[in-house]
């Protein structure tokens, strides 16, 4: 777990774990898209925004960054419940501002980045669970070379009362050829 929690960086784009420092400006990173809350587990919104974060940051096994560009804290992602027996984790409870998705490449660099890193540390397996109704996410996690492995139907309550499917994508070590932006 300790070998998963670094830096992380690319050119412009740099991962740091989370720390006390990011809350603040991940706050108005996370206000800048009031839409996309809807779709998402819990809101990261006004009044949501604390209780959320404390969840997050006691979620035990995950390990956790602050997304940066240009120096700037756009967003957060996560290692989540590494399983090093069986050498798998998931990436995921990821969020990156509107100014920094599209075509800039930020998220796939973001990506390509942790999981040449979750390879190197010795993993062989990486999920990525998405929300059905997140159709940017979904198109997003298949330009990665991942796999469609099915549909966990109506899984998880989100913070809004819907009750979600969820798509589950893999990528394996063997499948990755480590492209870049």
């Known amino acids: 777990m300790n070998a998963l929690e670094t830096l992380l960086e690319d050119g412009d784009v740099r991962l740091e774990p989370l720390a006390a420092r990011h809350i603040e400006p991940l706050r108005a990173a996370c206000a800048r898209d009031h839409d996309i809350w809807q779709i998402y587990p819990?809101?990261?919104?006004?009044?949501?925004?604390?209780?959320?974060?404390a969840q997050y940051r006691a979620y035990p096994g995950w390990v956790r960054f602050a997304v940066l560009h240009h120096g700037e804290v756009v967003g957060m992602t996560s290692y989540i419940s590494p399983d090093l027996p069986n050498r798998a984790l998931e990436i995921g409870g990821t969020y990156i501002e509107p100014s920094v998705r599209g075509p800039n490449g930020i998220n796939r660099t973001m990506k390509r980045l942790m999981i040449d890193?979750?390879?190197?540390?010795?993993?062989?397996r990486i999920e990525f669970r998405v929300d059905s109704r997140n159709l940017r996410s979904r198109a997003a996690v298949l330009k990665l070379g991942t796999q469609q492995e099915g549909i966990l139907r109506r899984n998880r309550i989100t913070w809004t009362g819907h009750v979600r499917d969820t798509y589950v994508f893999s990528l394996l070590k063997d499948e990755w050829p480590s492209p870049k932006p």
């Open 42 to 53: 819990v809101s990261m919104l006004g009044e949501h925004f604390d209780p959320s974060m």
């Open 117 to 124: 890193h979750a390879f190197a540390c010795g993993f062989e």
